[in-house]
């Protein structure tokens, strides 16, 4: 059974630093593409960076692109955000996701999906 648990979300103030984590189980993790989107309350879910099966190739959103940053650890089964000169815009419920084939923007293309961690940014 897949299963993707986030963490390292909460409340900062604007300008600051947050890293998520998020830890991949019962999935040969180094095959799949990894990507993290976001929801906003009243708002569809977002696409916000991707990460390619060897770490070599990431694809971020332009609203997040020189602030964020997308990175795996395959020997830990794991992917990070890194996010910094956090804004209040940024404010949303992000979520981890798995895909099989290839790195994607498209939410309706990963297969597996975690249950989200809270990030809050103060003004």
């Known amino acids: 059974q897949v299963e993707l648990v986030e963490s390292g979300g909460g409340l900062v103030q604007a300008g600051g630093s947050l890293r998520l984590s998020c830890a991949a189980s019962?999935?040969?993790?180094?095959?799949?593409?990894m990507g993290w989107f976001r929801q906003a309350p009243g708002k569809e879910r977002e696409f916000v960076a991707c990460?390619?099966?060897?770490?070599?190739?990431?694809y971020y959103a332009d609203s997040v692109k020189g602030r964020f940053t997308i990175s795996r650890d395959n020997a830990k089964n794991t992917v990070y955000l890194q996010m910094n000169s956090l804004k209040p815009e940024d404010t949303a419920v992000y979520y981890c996701?798995?895909?099989?084939?290839?790195?994607?923007?498209?939410?309706?293309?990963?297969?597996?999906w975690g249950q989200g961690t809270q990030v809050t940014v103060s003004s």
């Open positions: 019962g999935l040969f993790f180094s095959i799949y593409s």
């Open positions: 990460i390619n099966r060897s770490g070599g190739s990431t």
């Open positions: 996701a798995a895909n099989r084939v290839v790195s994607s923007t498209v939410p309706g293309e990963y297969n597996n």
